[in-house]
């Protein structure tokens, strides 16, 4: 594990990184922000640099619903089905490309947050992460995450909990 504590390095995310740190501290949450210098940009390269497994990372998947945008919190063990999604929400959703993604989020792909967004978005949360007992999720950029228990984490967003797994 290749940590470097956040308070101790300045970054160019650091805006992004700032809004999740605050979102954090308004919620009462400990700022359990870590940068990992060689990257979380995907669910295995977090898992690697934390030193959890794949499942423990939760990853925010964005897709679009009337021009908003959907960020689906999940385990990085699985994949998001869609059709899930649109039945939880009550309503169509797409997928989002990375300017969509940075204009309604105000994050970067593979550093979207569940907490800190620049727009408020709908968020749905994978009900298998309240299973595990930690889990870990992005900070605003590829290479910061922050830790915390999934109960917490869902009461934080206040997130809709849905089976969103695609099965098999």
Do not use: W
């Not at 898992?47 to 021009?67: D, H, L, N, P, Y």
């Not at 039945?87 to 940075?102: G, S, T």
């Not at 978005?121 to 994978?126: G, H, K, S, T």
């Amino acid at each position: 594990m290749n940590a470097v504590s956040e308070s101790s390095k300045s970054s160019p995310q650091k805006t992004s990184i700032d809004r999740v740190r605050a979102a954090l501290a308004a919620a009462g949450h400990p700022d359990t922000i870590t940068e990992f210098p060689d990257g979380t940009k995907t669910a295995a390269d977090a898992a690697a640099a934390v030193g959890c497994t794949v499942a423990q990372i939760a990853k925010s998947i964005v897709f679009r619903a009337e021009g908003r945008a959907v960020v689906v919190i999940t385990s990085g063990a699985n994949r998001v089905d869609q059709k899930k999604v649109e039945a939880a929400l009550k309503l169509p959703i797409k997928r989002a490309d990375a300017d969509f993604v940075r204009a309604t989020t105000g994050f970067a792909i593979g550093g979207v947050s569940p907490v800190g967004h620049t727009n408020p978005p709908l968020l749905v949360f994978d009900r298998d992460l309240l299973t595990l007992s930690s889990i870990y999720a992005a900070a605003g950029s590829h290479s910061h995450v922050f830790s915390t228990e999934p109960q917490t984490l869902q009461r934080l967003t206040g997130a809709l909990v849905a089976d969103v797994r695609v099965e098999g």
